[in-house]
């Protein structure tokens, strides 16, 4: 019989994560660009950055995931280890708002919550009316599953089953390692919180013992950063050992304390015969005090944390990796799209640089300048696939309708950049040619090759200019179209000049292929670069400052 009273209870847990994980996601999705509009606000000023912690800790249910979240904005370079600790004590604190929920008894209408969450889910067609209805469903799911759970443990608790278990609880220490331990594994301080309320509420454990297991569950819920944080970037790790360092002083703090004052007394006092109500105080009370206590001397734990794992940038700029995406910040849509675009807009530049060496290895015969276009090439390689790769997994989120077409026009800039990238291997590739045989051309020849490859240098800075800001003034584009017409016309010119001095002999045939060929390169570079600048359609609703 007790087996079956526990599988009631793993079912209970079961809808509790279901509705957790449906309410918090379609808080995150009815927010939408207004958690990015918030999180770009961000400043080094700990109180504001703290507020912002709260804010969207509160609408993604989960300090866990709002760590992991900083984790990757700092890899990605949205923001330095000074930025994040006021979001880091904010998080503690907007975790509360899932246990002040679970400790309002409303299970009798629950099943209404459901019922409406799903019938506006089934039958409402707008998206953001469906994240509404996904957050009362999840919300109802989440108080049915807890409702079940308690009802559960309750039974189990009659038989003595429990208390066996707890008994040694008393023991404050045993409590915390106890609590790390459990939300270690669960990954996530609102849902074990949770489940201490459901075995308080089943009279199976009283504050005295649990206020020092919430301690430890705060703890526990701050190794998710540490796993997210695997693999990442220096500075990223240091976020993960801040976060940690922040719970673990106030757990060293308010342990004794709890233990010298009358703490959890007090807040039977408070709140008497409310046990769910009891644990949502003491996770509160961990929270606050910590926050209180710690954030004047957060600028100390940031120290301690460079001096535990200093980090110095790398200066080189052309790294193969990527610098701004980063797969932890997809669990927000419209930042994995503002940071691919800026990894896009690093990919244009890194493509406008290798031109202009290509170039500048052609006309100076430099085989250093040859080897660093290769060298750059692979990067640039590297960098369209993984944001490729990227892509692909925003096109697999709920994104709107607006960011969904920049990912469009990125996927699309994208293709044509690497081809840029190609076409100005192909020229130094020529060049090693060109100075391994010593051939050489014209100053006629070479006039029109400077004449033709500053026209395509100026077409790449305008287009990359007008996508990157998306969008361009009507002036701008008129010039971006006109140099790629004139681009196209000194092509079809300087191709028959060329075979005319061929024909006189003032230029010889293997030296002629090497230039028709660098012509034909060039203008499909320009081909390319208007690509890039209209990858986006309408762009003349979006008007910019033309570039110097």
Known sequence: MNVFIFFKVLGGLGLFFLGMKYMGEGLELAAGNKLRTLLEKITSNKFLGMLVGVAVTAVIQSSSATDAMVVGFTNAGLMELAQTVGI????????????????????????????????VMMF??????????????????????????????????????????????????????????????????SASVGILMALAAAGAINVDQAIFIVFGMNLGATMPAFLSAAGAKRNAKQVAILNMLITLSGVIILTPLTMLLPIADTIEKILPGTAAAQISAAHIFFNVAMTVILLPFSSLLVKLTQKILPYHEDPEKDKMAVEFIDNRILTTPPMAVLQCEKEVARLSRLVQKNYNRSMIAFFDRDKDSIDKVLDREKVIDFLSKEITDYIVKINALDVDAHDRQIVAAMYSAIQDLERIGDHAENIVEYTRTIIEDNLHFSETAM?????????????????????????GSPELIERIIKIEDSVDDCKDDYKQNHIRRMDAGDCNAEAGTMFLNMLIDIERIGDHAINVAFAIPNR?????????
């Open 88 to 119: 880091l004590f904010g998080a503690k604190i907007g975790t509360c708002v899932t246990s002040v929920l679970l400790s309002f008894d409303i299970k009798s209408i629950v099943p209404l919550f459901i019922f409406l969450g799903v019938i």
């Open 540 to 548: 003349q609703k979006n008007l910019i400052a033309e570039p110097a």
């Open 124 to 189: 409402v067609k707008k998206n953001n009316y469906k994240y509404y209805g996904q957050i009362l469903a999840g919300f109802g799911i989440l108080f049915f599953g807890m409702d079940m759970m308690s009802g559960a443990l309750k039974s189990l608790n009659e038989n003595g089953l429990i208390d066996g278990i707890l008994s040694s609880v008393n023991n404050p220490f045993i409590g915390i390692l106890l609590g790390t331990a459990v939300t270690a594994v669960i990954q996530s301080s």
């Open 447 to 471: 006039a029109e090759m400077k004449d033709i490859s500053d026209k395509c240098r100026s077409l790449m800075e305008l287009s990359f200019a007008m996508f990157n800001a998306q969008g």
